[in-house]
Nanobody, 124 residues
Framework: QVQLVESGGGLVQAGGSLRLSCTTS??????MGWFRQAPGKEREFVAG????????YYADSVKGRFTISRDNPKNTVYLQMNSLKPEDTAVYYC???????????????????WGQGTQVTVSS
């Protein structure tokens, strides 16, 4: 079973930047994604990337501010977050979709493997 480990979360002021990383335990051809869950809210899709990196997709709320990328030889996916807002505060989860290598899915149930989450807090 693939294991995912996130890192890079923390506390940042509004307007600042953070880069999240997610390393998988083994090499695979999975599409990857990031979801987040804020206190009292449902978990939501943030961004996704195909195995080749040729397809990416973003939630409207982060489009133009966040960038997802991957380095397959390093088994690592990144989420660069710029111009952070207080409403970006959430636990961010990395996940892997083993069935859609070159398609980016936005539904939670498409992602079989999940990391433990990393907290991102944006102060105003």
């Amino acid at each position: 079973q693939v294991q995912l480990v996130e890192s890079g979360g923390g506390l940042v002021q509004a307007g600042g930047s953070l880069r999240l990383s997610c390393t998988t335990s083994e090499r695979s051809n999975y599409a990857m994604g990031w979801f987040r869950q804020a206190p009292g809210k449902e978990r939501e899709f943030v961004a996704g990337i195909s195995w080749s990196g040729g397809s990416t997709y973003y939630a409207d709320s982060v489009k133009g501010r966040f960038t997802i990328s991957r380095d397959n030889p390093k088994n690592t996916v990144y989420l660069q977050m710029n111009s952070l807002k207080p409403e970006d505060t959430a636990v961010y989860y990395c996940n892997a979709d083993p069935r859609h290598s070159e398609y980016v899915m936005q539904r939670e149930y498409d992602y079989d493997y999940w990391g433990q989450g990393t907290q991102v807090t944006v102060s105003s």
